[in-house]
């Protein structure tokens, strides 16, 4: 496929996500919406109404069958992921899926083995990596102006919503992991995960997780439903600066700190000198362009050129693989488990049982 001939695409899943990514894809040049899929008649109508005429049904097999359809995009519940996106796959169509891929890591592989195979773009959601202050920030990681990174603590927090199927780690986590994912070029070796149910639903609606990266970069993620005040805040610490995103702020989403701390060279036996640098504070300029709009160019531009976009399936990959072994660690009372892409996972602690 040329980069500039059209590529259609098809929804599925007309709920929350669903018309963000039909609003975009509807207004992309070079793409056409060739239909809207979901399993209600009421989301289905909804589409209707906003975008009259549009192409609609209740039955995946019509998208499938459709010769003119490229890529399927998919905004589904995550425990339907798998089965559509490999339906979508054997159909010989490139595949956008919102994230988690999917809800288990064997599935996961089976996507990215089966993507490439049958050569196809197999691309995960995570909208992230493709907002433009995360994006700077990735600027200032590969420059090197923040030198050595050190540690990065992050705090996602709200009042609710409470999710009925699956716990506030595959509810909030995708979004920081991905972000420190892309930031650092690589994904975490092991978690290990403190979380409780405190409005007694069914999973846990707070969690404080742990990772270390082969780098030797260690994060805490601090994610909960349960907050008197929304917080989407990271702090980076390098050795020559440090930074702070806070995705909150309506302006300065990022301010870098000329701080630091320097070692001083002993003059006399056993002396330890430390002094601390305090200097600028900048905040840099950021394009003000919307994420999901970036995201569709990337996927259109995959799928056109066959180039692998940031949140390829093995991206995807990690990120669940991640949140099964943060999963695992928190029902082990906090134990570390290392996070195994092709296997298993280990519990590396003593709390583990």
């Given at each position: 496929m040329t ?12 709920g ?12 992309m ?8 899929c ?31 359809v ?19 796959l054997e159909?010989?169509?490139h ?9 288990d890591p ?36 590969d420059s ?8 990065i ?8 919503l ?10 909030l986590?995708?979004?920081?992991l991905?972000?420190?994912y ?19 639903g ?11 990266f ?12 349960l907050s ?5 805040r ?7 600066k440090?930074?702070?995103y ?9 301010k870098?700190?000329d701080?630091?701390?320097q ?6 036996f056993?002396e330890?000198?430390?002094?601390y ?16 709009t ?12 066959g ?6 399936a ?13 999963e695992t ?13 092709d296997?298993?996972?280990v ?7």
């Open positions: 980069e500039s001939k059209q590529v259609n695409v098809a929804l599925v899943g007309y929350y996500w669903g018309p963000n990514l039909l609003r975009n894809y509807r207004g040049p070079g793409a056409e919406v060739k239909w809207v979901d399993n209600g008649k009421r989301a289905l109508a909804r589409a209707q109404a906003q975008y009259p005429g549009i192409a609609t049904t209740g039955e995946m097999g019509d998208v499938l069958d459709d010769p003119d490229d890529a399927v995009l998919i905004a589904t519940p995550i425990s339907t992921h798998y089965a559509l996106a490999k339906a979508a159909a010989g169509k595949v956008f899926v919102e994230k988690p891929m999917t809800s064997g599935h996961a592989r089976e996507l990215v083995a089966l993507a490439g195979e049958r050569h196809l773009v197999l691309m995960v959601g995570h909208t992230f990596v493709f907002s433009p202050p995360v994006r700077k920030v990735k600027e200032l990681f090197g102006e923040l030198g050595d990174i050190y540690f603590t992050t705090s996602r927090v709200n009042l609710g409470h999710q009925k199927d699956v716990s506030v780690v595959w509810d986590a995708p979004h920081d991905s972000i420190l892309y930031w650092l070029g690589q994904p975490a070796r092991s978690v290990s995960v403190l979380g409780r149910n405190c409005a007694k069914r999973h846990p609606d707070v969690a404080f997780m742990n990772l270390r082969p780098s030797g970069v260690i994060a805490e993620v601090q994610i909960s439903w008197p005040v929304k917080l989407r990271t702090m980076v610490v390098g050795s020559k440090m930074l702070l806070d995705d909150t702020e309506s302006v300065e989403k990022v870098v700190f701080h630091g701390v070692i001083h060279a002993p003059e006399d056993g330890f000198q430390l002094s640098r305090t200097g600028d504070i900048v905040s840099p300029k950021i394009e003000a362009r919307e994420p999901l970036i995201e569709a160019e990337a996927f259109l531009e995959a799928v056109r050129t180039r692998t976009p940031i949140s390829d093995r991206f995807g990959l990690e990120v669940v693989a991640s949140l099964q072994a943060a660690s928190m029902r082990g009372g906090g134990c570390e488990v290392e996070i195994d892409l296997g298993d996972f519990g590396v602690g003593d709390g583990c049982r």
